[in-house]
């Protein structure tokens, strides 16, 4: 109960000051070039990689990104950047 209340403190302080969501909810930033780069800043870390799937820890659930001939250009502690043909992007909450 505590942590839906911090959450949606954290909500209401971003809307009245108009902060960036991804900063002050710790929220993952997803930048998508066509199907061919995809850049995601904020993750928690890789789970598991393969030249068919990518999937990500967040600090609420998991971001799995599916698709062809992955490749990883640049992984950073918090920031990764992917190269392939990117068919889906699915959020998955836990």
Request: glycine letters at 6%; zero cysteines; a negative charge.
């Amino acid at each position: 109960m505590m942590k839906k209340w911090r959450q949606q403190v954290k909500k209401f302080l971003t809307d009245q000051m108009e902060l960036p969501a991804d900063v002050m909810m710790d929220m993952p930033r997803i930048t998508m070039i066509g199907q061919i780069h995809i850049y995601i800043e904020n993750h928690r870390g890789v789970l598991q990689f393969s030249n068919e799937e990518l999937r990500l820890l967040l600090s609420q659930g998991q971001l799995l990104i599916k698709g062809e001939q992955f490749v990883i250009k640049t992984i950073l502690p918090e920031e990764l950047l992917l190269e392939g043909k990117i068919d889906k992007v699915i959020f998955i909450n836990e």
